[in-house]
């Protein structure tokens, strides 16, 4: 399979690797997928006033997989939580140009960023 | 990227082999200055074409102790598959229609069983152990009266592992069912002896053993007992009429001379890539936790090694190995879009199905190759591990297998 070259470069240079302290009151996490699918993502926002001061991602999945997660905290960074929800998976085809069969990434990324928000949300009590 | 950007390393000599400068050598006269048809009996040409073929035909048989006229030229295994199992099955409808063959055959075994299933024959399908052997037993009990044949691999494509095929020819035998044995993988790698062995009927490719893609050969036992086969392909009755369709000379030229090669290397051959393979799992094992050996450890073939390499995914460590040419159980390396179903049929987890990885070691492999391989593998393992979400809950002490995952 041909990759683009911007999968490429956020399979070989991943942005925002990494864990953010779950239990923390501010961190909203993610976990979408499953290991017999071939795809696990965990994706983590840190959230302060409304806005994402932090993402983080760690990916088990294809190359498309690993730059849909590290695009996306790329992303979110610097983005209000309404801007954030409003991530929508085609945006990340887009980006990625994404064949069809890897178009299930790109949900995935998306899942992943509205699971880390909801479960930010829950933690603030305004779910 | 192009073949010609970097030094590609070939560790998938299970897909196919390059062919070897010998035997392009004995090829090349047979396309231009003797490139009659070998069914031209009244000149030269065809003469020469003949005598080519029936020479490369006495090769075939010699070197799996069988005689020339048991040789059908096919054009590759899935054919000479194909030939065996149609062929078998209809000529003796009259007898039986029950067939038994196993769950990690090759899909040009299985896929002729599923279509004879439709036309109303029964298959029984014996399952494998965890290494990826039968059971005798189950294969003795499987056995009716209206059984008509049992076609077992001699060695997996997948995962390396050698069926006991004397043990099943004899069991075959003992009942009066035919024996085919698909034995793509091991022609020219592992002795082959069909009275031995109770073979009677056996698939050969040629571009398995550095030889050319586009022909193979089938096996058809001629007494004790004479197996008869009724066509696939109908016109003009070459191949006494059990493959009709012009001979491909050259290419069986090519076939005999690489199995004459792999014939005289063998021992050597074995031994060098035996010591290869097993250098590549032990620097593998020494720096990677969490390796699963996929096969059976004590009875693959000499170029075999499939590991899983839990936490990563196969097609993502295919991409950080660029430059290393080997194949995955992942599904998102396979058109099906399904993890492998040689893994699965030996109880291997779909999780560690998508971590598997093939390299299969061939005659012209270097210790300067697998070293790089190597270190390449576990650089992008350790690489990847290192942003696994399932590696991290590994290192937490959560069991993955426990936790319950979302539908996806």
């Given at each position: 399979m041909a990759y683009s070259d911007k999968?490429?470069?956020?399979?070989?240079?991943?942005?925002?690797?990494?864990?953010?302290?779950?239990?923390?009151?501010?961190?909203?996490?993610?976990?979408?997928?499953?290991?017999?699918?071939?795809?696990?993502?965990?994706?983590?926002?840190?959230?302060?006033?409304?806005?994402?001061?932090?993402?983080?991602?760690?990916?088990?999945?294809?190359?498309?997989?690993?730059?849909?997660?590290?695009?996306?905290?790329e992303w979110l960074k610097g983005k209000t939580v309404e801007e954030a929800t409003a991530i929508r998976n085609v945006d990340i085809v887009e980006e990625l140009a994404l064949p069809p069969v890897k178009i299930h990434c790109s949900v995935l990324a998306e899942d992943a960023i509205k699971q880390a928000i909801s479960d930010y949300e829950s933690k603030q009590g305004n779910d | 990227m192009t073949s010609t950007d970097v030094q590609q390393i070939y560790l998938d000599h299970q897909a196919t082999t390059a062919v070897d400068e010998r035997v392009v050598e004995a090829m090349l006269p047979y396309f231009n200055n003797k490139f009659g048809n070998a069914a031209s009996r009244n000149h030269q040409f065809g003469w020469d074409a003949e005598k080519a073929t029936q020479s490369a035909r006495e090769t075939m048989a010699a070197g799996i102790n069988a005689k020339s006229r048991e040789i059908v030229f096919t054009s590759g295994a899935t054919e000479s598959n194909n030939l065996a199992i149609l062929g078998v099955a209809k000529m003796y409808a009259p007898k039986g229609k029950h067939l038994i063959t196993c769950s990690t055959e090759h899909k040009a075994v299985?896929?002729?069983?599923?279509?004879?299933?439709?036309?109303?024959?029964?298959?029984?399908?014996?399952?494998?152990?965890?290494?990826?052997?039968?059971?005798?037993n189950e294969l003795r009990n499987a056995i009716r009266e209206d059984t008509i044949l049992v076609s077992l691999m001699m060695a997996n494509n997948e995962i390396g592992t050698i069926h006991p095929v004397k043990a099943i020819g004899d069991i075959c035998h003992e009942n009066g069912v035919l024996f085919h044995t698909d034995a793509t993988q091991a022609v020219g790698k592992e002795l082959i002896n069909?009275?031995?062995?109770?073979?009677?009927l056996l698939s050969g490719s040629a571009h398995k053993m550095y030889g050319p893609k586009g022909v193979g050969f089938l096996y058809v036992r001629r007494r004790n007992p004479r197996v008869r086969i009724e066509p696939v392909f109908y016109g003009g009755g070459h191949e006494r009429g059990m493959r009709s369709g012009t001979l491909n000379v050259p290419g069986i030229v090519g076939m005999a001379k690489a199995f004459e090669i792999c014939q005289t290397d063998r021992d050597s051959d074995h031994q060098r890539i035996t010591a290869l393979r097993d250098s590549l799992q032990?620097?593998?094992?020494?720096?990677?936790?969490?390796l699963t050996i996929n096969g059976d450890e004590n009875n693959r073939l000499a170029c075999s090694l499939n590991?899983?390499?839990?936490?990563?995914?196969?097609?993502?460590?295919?991409m950080g190995m660029s430059g290393i040419?080997?194949?995955?159980?992942?599904?998102?390396?396979?058109?099906?879009?399904?993890?492998?179903?040689?893994?699965?049929?030996?109880?291997?987890?779909?999780?560690?199905?998508?971590?598997?990885?093939?390299?299969?070691?061939?005659?012209?492999?270097?210790?300067?190759?697998?070293?790089?391989?190597?270190?390449?593998?576990?650089?992008?393992?350790?690489?990847?591990?290192?942003?696994?979400?399932?590696?991290?809950?590994?290192?937490?002490?959560?069991?993955?297998?426990?936790?319950?995952?979302?539908?996806h």
């Open positions: 999968v490429i470069d956020h399979y070989e240079n991943p942005r925002n690797v990494g864990s953010l302290d779950k239990e923390s009151s501010n961190v909203g996490t993610g976990v979408v997928g499953a290991p017999e699918c071939g795809d696990v993502m965990k994706l983590q926002v840190q959230i302060e006033e409304g806005v994402i001061t932090d993402a983080k991602f760690k990916t088990f999945g294809c190359g498309s997989a690993i730059a849909s997660s590290s695009l996306a905290t | 299985l896929d002729p069983m599923a279509a004879l299933q439709n036309a109303g024959y029964e298959v029984t399908v014996l399952n494998v152990d965890t290494k990826g052997n039968i059971d005798l069909v009275q031995e062995m109770n073979i009677d032990a620097q593998l094992a020494a720096e990677l936790t969490h590991i899983s390499f839990a936490f990563v995914e196969g097609e993502s460590m295919l040419a080997v194949s995955s159980g992942s599904a998102c390396t396979s058109a099906s879009l399904e993890p492998s179903y040689v893994l699965r049929a030996m109880g291997v987890g779909d999780d560690l199905a998508h971590s598997s990885i093939r390299f299969s070691l061939g005659r012209f492999t270097t210790q300067r190759e697998v070293d790089r391989a190597a270190e390449l593998t576990i650089s992008t393992v350790k690489r990847l591990r290192d942003m696994s979400p399932l590696y991290e809950m590994a290192l937490e002490g959560i069991d993955v297998a426990s936790v319950s995952w979302g539908a």
